[in-house]
């Protein structure tokens, strides 16, 4: 082949190198992944990390479950004066606890236990319960009514006032 054959032989190949990428158009086009939610801060500064939300409203209790340093659900939305009973679940292998100090709430649970907690939903706000073994990890959780702010377990009282 002569000189004048190699030139566009060469541009095919390099056009071809250029676009092929080795990459599939649905790859180039998916979205990209995101990131698994870390620790959030509420309004009270209070860690709470994602174990998703329950709407509870109309319920008499919820099953939540602690594990991983996270109440699931994290979040509970019900009426305002509405009593719930939390069933919580240790489902790890380290020494869990519930507390929400405003409505005398301290329960310890072992490795496999079941506590029961009752707790009234605030005429506005949300209450901040906490695992007091894990809550500067985040093992943090509120119960409140829909678009609440939240009332810290770290107050005098129990509630945000901010």
Not at 53 to 64: C, E, H, M
């Amino acid at each position: 082949m002569t000189r004048a054959h190699l030139r566009p032989l060469l541009a095919v190949l390099l056009l071809a190198t250029a676009c092929g990428g080795g990459t599939s158009s649905a790859a180039r086009n998916a979205p990209a992944p995101t990131a698994t939610p870390g620790p959030t801060e509420d309004s009270s500064g209070q860690k709470v990390n994602d174990g998703g939300t329950k709407d509870a409203t109309g319920l008499t209790s919820v099953d939540v479950s602690a594990k991983n340093f996270v109440f699931t659900p994290a979040v509970i939305i019900a009426k305002p004066g509405q009593v719930l009973k939390l069933v919580v679940h240790n489902t790890s292998t380290t020494l869990h606890n519930v507390s929400q100090p405003s409505q005398h709430v301290n329960s310890d649970l072992a490795p496999g236990a079941t506590s029961t907690v009752t707790l009234t939903v605030p005429a506005s706000g949300r209450l901040v319960f906490t695992c007091k073994y894990h809550a500067s990890r985040g093992m943090a959780g509120t119960v409140g009514s829909a678009g609440a702010t939240t009332q810290s377990p770290s107050s005098n009282d129990g509630y945000y006032h901010g």
